[in-house]
């Protein structure tokens, strides 16, 4: 089994994604559920001044790993990205940890949309069960996800299309509905008095460290970049025009999207399971509000379930690849597509049919904190596989000027990026209500070292090092 990253031909995936896929395929994946139902949440818990500090905050970690993801996936665009970066960079065990917590986080990401989906079905068919319309959706992406790449990458195109109109649309309204343009039913017009200094923090300042998971699920999606390198046309191009175009589209999608729920409703009004947004395009008089709302939503949040398929997928193929997972799961379908490793990404959103027996409620939240804390120690394995990289590069003989993407400011912004992302593990140790996630997340990627030096190791001969000249 090959371990060095090279594949036989006729087991290659495609680069057919062009940059206005991969551009929208990462933006689509950050904006859905974190953005829609969980943005609201966030200011519930932690006031409008913890929801904005916690998001600039988010942002400021996002901005870093993306870097750091940047400068590998531009000098090695291979399909797999940090998890294959992890195992040359840091070490095989490494890589193989890594990969697997952010699989299953991805997955169950998946899971989280499905809940989503059917909790926004309720509008429509108040009296059909939420499972049923979980596996309805399961099986619509599954067929979505199995068609080619290209086929894929077009669809995502268009529905991240589709709510990025949307968000921006909400956001001029609600800026109108702010100062008056625009009259509310039943509402004074509020300007920014739900945003004076002695409410911005109602619980303390504190309490933003934890829910810092819920922004950083939110900002999840954005590694896409990394992932699909192995299929984009002209990556030394299309790589870095992509991370500097989303990460400022991102940021202000949520700020702007935080100022505007946290100037009209007060923080005690926003919850988890009914959207804000589309709230306020009913006050607003916005003609058929809640169902056009409820549709681009709707919309949305199968987008960012449909990349977290793609990204499980496609990482599950590079690990079999690698000796990292079972040889099945490295196997093409004649339409390119790894559809073995796309139908064991499909068992783990089964979790989202947990519907049946609990409260949607509790299985979002569960599932929530499962993806947020895989990524966040993802996160953290790009930053420091991004050291390591970039320290071997130099003691290798390369040059810094031929590095055609560069982390500014190293070695700090991988070592700040490591430290914000410990830090914000640490305080979910005092969170009662996540705590147990974080136990088991880190229980699991400490299992999956383990397993990997007890069962693998011995087997799995991969060359530690870099290489000075990039992949082609």
């Not at 500090?53 to 996002?62: E, K, T």
């Not at 192995?230 to 790589?239: A, D, L, Q, R």
């Amino acid at each position: 089994m090959p371990n060095n990253g090279e594949q036989p031909q006729d087991n290659l995936l495609k680069r057919s994604m062009k940059s206005r896929h991969l551009f929208m395929l990462s933006l689509g994946g950050v904006i859905g559920t974190g953005l829609f139902l969980n943005a609201g949440y966030t200011i519930n818990q932690s006031g409008a001044g913890g929801a904005l500090l916690g998001y600039l905050f988010g942002g400021l970690i996002l901005y870093m790993v993306m870097v750091c993801l940047g400068e590998l996936a531009v000098h090695m665009p291979v399909t797999g990205s940090f998890q294959t970066y992890a195992t040359r960079y840091i070490s095989p065990s490494a890589g193989f940890s890594l990969g697997w917590m952010y699989f299953v986080g991805s997955a169950a990401t998946a899971g989280v949309e499905f809940t989503a989906a059917g909790i926004l079905m309720q509008h429509w068919f108040p009296n059909t069960p939420i499972w049923i319309w979980c596996l309805v959706f399961m099986v619509l992406l599954f067929s979505l996800n199995a068609l080619s790449t290209r086929g894929f990458a077009e669809a995502e195109f268009w529905f991240a299309g589709i709510k990025v109109v949307a968000v921006i649309f909400f956001i001029i309204i609600g800026f109108a509905a702010i100062f008056g343009f625009i009259p509310m039913e039943g509402r004074a017009t509020p300007f920014l008095g739900n945003l004076a200094p002695t409410g911005l923090f109602p619980a303390g300042i504190a309490i933003v460290f934890v829910t810092m998971m819920n922004v950083i699920f939110s900002y999840q999606g954005s590694e896409l970049v990394g992932i699909a390198a192995g299929e984009t046309e002209n990556p030394e191009k299309n790589i870095p025009k992509a991370i500097r175009t989303i990460l400022v589209r991102i940021v202000v999608f949520y700020i702007a999207s935080i100022i505007v729920l946290s100037a009209i409703f007060p923080a005690s009004e926003l919850g988890l399971l009914a959207s804000p947004f589309v709230t306020l395009m009913e006050i607003s008089g916005v003609p058929y509000a809640a169902g056009i709302m409820n549709f681009v939503i709707l919309t949305a949040i199968l987008s960012v379930g449909n990349s977290c398929l793609y990204a499980s997928t496609r990482l599950l193929w590079a690990m079999a690849n690698e000796g990292m997972a079972p040889k099945v799961f490295g196997r093409l379908s004649k339409r390119k597509v790894p559809l073995m490793a796309l139908l064991f990404t499909m068992s783990f959103s089964l979790l989202s049919l947990l519907t049946s027996v609990m409260e949607a409620d509790a299985v979002f939240i569960l599932l929530m904190s499962i993806a947020g804390i895989s990524v966040t120690i993802s996160w953290m394995g790009i930053a420091l596989s991004q050291l390591m990289f970039r320290r071997r590069y130099l003691t290798a003989g390369g040059r810094l000027e031929d590095l055609k993407y560069k982390v500014p400011f190293y070695p700090f912004v991988p070592l700040f990026c490591i430290a914000f992302c410990l830090l914000i593990l640490v305080f979910l140790a005092f969170d009662p209500t996540q705590r147990i996630g974080l136990y088991y997340g880190v229980g699991f990627f400490v299992s999956c070292m383990l397993f990997y030096k007890i069962r693998l190791e011995k087997t799995n001969k991969v060359v530690l090092g870099v290489d000075v000249k990039p992949v082609e």
